[in-house]
């Protein structure tokens, strides 16, 4: 093999991981959401999330990717660990679907049809329908179906590439001698270990053994250990994405390692005992490329069924290696991590799990804000601010995380999806804002003393229920995407805005009585003001929720037009409920409907 022979495979290897790379890109753009449904809804128990994990990564044809995608549901709050576990098994068995296409090349026979399904064949012809698509087409779903075709292509040109560049090596003694000395078991998993590592794709390192099993010099007692060990190397991405992530993060990086350690070795141990007691007959002979497919595979099924029943030992292992210090969860800074951008359906539903933090947080801030008008707490104060502090930060970080997903291609669908959680990011610090008004209200009333009349200590409590559940109601709408809890938020708004109108006009009387103080009545009514504009907060949130039904054409005013003239079925009549369940309490003789 001379220096041409290796510039050849340098190119051909060059090419096999830029068409792997481009084809799991396309298959992902392809999946799109469809990653989302299929790990967040379809992990409900651990054999759910072992085919999940399966068949995600058998259409991005990267179990590394899965499991960086995996540490970033887990990081932002997504996904819990025991789903995660079954999910990062099912990945080892997803990724053993590209060397079974790489044994493609394998296929024989004189028939036409068998020659056309040769990649040797379709290959080319796959590339070339391929960049047609993906240059000449505008529309998103065809330049994705082109640019896997493309990849598809890329790939097996890189492989063919590579082959011809190793063929020489069959005739060469010290290639031959190299891989006699990978048979030591322990010296073959440290080659597959280190080269998945530096290429970061153990789909990669396996089709790289396929190729140079076409030379005849690589045997079955050369390629298993290799095998073995590319199982170890592909954790390497999953502990670098955890870097700088949450403990739960860390922790389904961890169980990612733990899970192929164990099973490497404990498979290592079954085999090479059977081998020293029984022995195989075919230890010292040539492997071809479906024998590597097949190890690979028959390996990660049979060490993924067994470790089923030992999930728990597997999380348990991982919690004492990143064990908890009591933090409280609702004041932890949630990691948004952009290695997920590759994925931005994932990070796009990383950041919405971000704004879900961020509107708990701003609705138990205010849950505490009223209560500290009537008695004051300083330790409640310092919670409010802490979680106050916390809802400003995620306005910061979400929104920066936004717009960073803005510079990569995006789906229609997904561009709406993250103009909406910008808005929405807005309404809920705004929620927040008003909340710590009030707290300050309550901070101001204690440091001079002053208290409010129990008429107006009664009204308020009143409106107070209302507000606490409209911003429940626009939580849980935002949260599960709910329009029918949405649209009960526009009829409790406009309940609100009367409950302020009559709280305002009695108050002023009180004043113009003599029955309340001044300085207590401008604080009451700086706190009416404050509470209606959270009550319209959650009215555009609301809004926004039943409008992303339409078209896309979001429009605030006009949203409100339609409930209003009655075109949203239902209006009037969820407002005559709220205004009967919340006006007669203010005073039954004085409320007229």
């Not at 753009?29 to 759910?48: D, F, N, Q, R, V």
């Not at 932002?76 to 025991?82: A, F, K, W």
């Not at 164990?262 to 079954?270: D, K, L, Q, R, Y």
């Not at 409010?384 to 930060?393: L, P, T």
């Amino acid at each position: 093999m001379d220096i041409f022979s290796v510039i050849s495979m340098a190119g051909g290897l060059a090419l096999f991981l830029y068409g792997m790379n481009i084809m799991g890109t396309g298959l992902e753009k392809l999946a799109g959401s469809k990653m989302e449904m299929i790990l967040k809804k379809l992990t409900s128990t651990t054999l759910m999330a072992v085919l999940s994990g399966a068949v995600l990564t058998g259409l991005i044809q990267s179990s590394s990717a899965t499991t960086v995608i995996v540490v970033g549901l887990v990081n932002s709050g997504i996904m819990q660990l025991p789903q995660a576990i079954g999910v990062i098994m099912g990945a080892n068995i997803g990724t053993t679907v590209t060397g079974q296409l790489i044994r493609l090349a394998d296929i024989g026979g004189g028939s036409i049809v068998l020659k056309f399904l040769k990649p040797s064949t379709i290959a080319p012809l796959l590339a070339f329908v391929g960049v047609i698509l993906f240059l000449f087409f505008k529309e998103q779903g065809k330049r994705n179906i082109g640019q896997t075709m493309l990849g598809f292509g890329i790939l097996f040109t890189g492989l063919f590439t590579m082959e011809a560049a190793v063929a020489p090596l069959k005739d060469s003694p010290h290639f031959v001698q190299l891989f006699s000395s990978l048979q030591n078991p322990f010296l073959g998993v440290l080659a597959g270990a280190l080269v998945t590592i530096a290429i970061q794709s153990s789909s990669a390192s396996v089709g790289i053994l396929q190729a140079l099993s076409t030379t005849g010099a690589v045997t079955w007692g050369s390629a298993i250990p290799i095998i073995l060990g590319q199982n170890i190397g592909t954790c390497s991405t999953s502990l670098i994405a955890s870097i700088g992530t949450s403990k739960g993060a860390k922790r389904a990086a961890f169980v990612h390692l733990y899970f192929n350690i164990i099973g490497t070795f404990g498979f290592m141990a079954v085999l090479y005992g059977v081998k020293y007691i029984v022995g195989f007959p075919m230890w010292n002979d040539a492997i071809n490329r479906g024998d590597i497919a097949n190890f690979h595979t028959v390996f990660n099924v049979v060490t993924t069924l067994l470790f089923l029943p030992f999930t728990k030992f597997l999380a348990k292992l991982a919690t004492m290696t990143v064990p908890d210090h009591g933090e409280e969860p609702s004041l932890e800074l949630p990691v948004l991590d952009e290695r997920l951008f590759g994925s931005p359906a994932v990070a796009i539903q990383q950041a919405r799990s971000a704004v879900e933090k961020m509107a708990r947080n701003a609705r138990l801030n205010y849950e505490a804000s009223v209560p500290l008008l009537r008695q004051y707490s300083p330790e409640k104060v310092a919670e409010v601010n802490a979680r106050e502090d916390i809802v400003d930060k995620l306005e910061y970080y979400i929104g920066n995380y936004l717009v960073k997903i803005t510079d990569h291609e995006l789906a229609e669908a997904e561009s709406r999806r993250v103009t909406d959680l910008l808005a929405y990011i807005t309404e809920f610090e705004r929620i927040g804002d008003y909340s710590i008004n009030v707290v300050e209200r309550g901070s101001e009333m204690a440091d001079k003393n002053v208290h409010f009349s129990d008429d107006a200590l009664q009204e308020l409590e009143v409106l107070n229920n209302a507000i606490r559940e409209i911003i429940q109601l626009a939580e849980r709408s935002f949260r599960h995407g709910d329009v029918a809890l949405a649209e009960q938020v526009e009829p409790l708004e406009e309940t609100i805005d009367r409950i302020c109108d009559i709280l305002h006009n009695r108050h002023l009387q009180r004043l113009q009585n003599g029955r309340c103080a001044i300085e207590s009545g401008v604080i009451f009514l700086e706190v009416l003001t404050n509470l209606e504009r959270i009550a319209d907060h959650c009215s555009n949130i609301a809004a926004r929720i039943i409008g992303a039904e339409s078209d896309g054409q979001f429009d605030a005013h006009e949203m409100r037009r339609r409930l209003h003239e009655g075109y949203v079925e239902g209006f009037n009549e969820k407002l005559q409920q709220y205004q009967l369940k919340y006006l007669p309490l203010l005073d039954p003789q004085r409320i007229t409907q």
